[in-house]
């Protein structure tokens, strides 16, 4: 099971983001799990997770977050604004997918 981590300001914003990459991973038939979380609550949650990407409201916590995430090889990037605003839950999927290959 992949197990895909968006973080945003408090992890609501990224929820109809997530419902997307629920139905597009559905779509796929594999086994994804897709949770959203604040950014209060990234070192207690990065170390459960395959890869976290950054709602753009975020973004500029990246170099940070990696840095905290690099001690459990979990990779963070931020999702471009362009696919967050459009809510295009498929490419935001293969977008986390292409970082745990």
Do not use: W
Request: glycine fraction near 6%; include cysteine.
């Amino acid at each position: 099971m992949t197990k895909i981590m968006l973080c945003c300001s408090a992890g609501m914003s990224t929820s109809m983001l997530v419902k997307k990459m629920r139905e597009a991973a559905a779509e796929l038939n594999q086994d994804i799990e897709i949770d959203a979380y604040g950014a209060g609550q990234f070192d207690e949650m990065v170390k459960e997770f395959d890869v976290v990407l950054l709602g753009p409201q975020v973004k500029y916590m990246l170099n940070d977050l990696k840095s905290r995430a690099s001690a459990y090889n979990v990779p963070v990037e931020a999702i471009t604004p362009l696919d967050y605003g459009t809510m295009n839950g498929s490419k935001v999927l293969q977008y986390a997918l292409s970082l745990t290959a």
